[in-house]
């Protein structure tokens, strides 16, 4: 079947750096804009960082500039999600999706009411002491 699994959550400390992964199967992931949103208890999802199919393009949101980096290595079929000086309010449960765009920018893409094709099932990430 289609489908993309998130790893690397985990407890860190603030300050600390996690790196996670999303890793399609059933399907070629070079040709699809991939996502990584959040979700933190009480609140709504949101967008954390998109990368288009070529990877050429990226967005961010402001909350995490300089801090986080996407990338994406088609061979593996894996997008990558590097997070560094990790925040107490990075805790979340963190998403990937996958996007196939006929057109638009990798930024309208990046906000979870976007019609993704794939959806993972989330990997939690939790920042204490």
């Known amino acids: 079947q289609r489908q993309l699994v998130e790893s690397g959550g985990g407890l860190v400390q603030p300050g600390g750096s996690l790196r996670l992964s999303c890793a399609a199967s059933?399907?070629?992931?070079?040709?699809?804009?991939i996502g990584w949103f959040r979700q933190a208890p009480g609140k709504e999802r949101e967008g954390v960082s998109c990368i288009s199919s070529s990877g050429s393009s990226t967005n961010y949101a402001d909350s995490v500039k300089g801090r986080f980096t996407i990338s994406r290595d088609n061979a593996k079929n894996t997008v990558y999600l590097q997070m560094n000086d990790l925040k107490p309010e990075d805790t979340a449960v963190y998403y990937c999706a996958a996007a196939w765009m006929v057109g638009g920018t990798v930024q309208s893409m990046c906000n979870p009411s976007y019609d993704f094709d794939h959806w993972g099932q989330g990997t939690q990430v939790t920042v204490s002491s």
């Open positions: 059933g399907f070629t992931v070079e040709y699809y804009a």
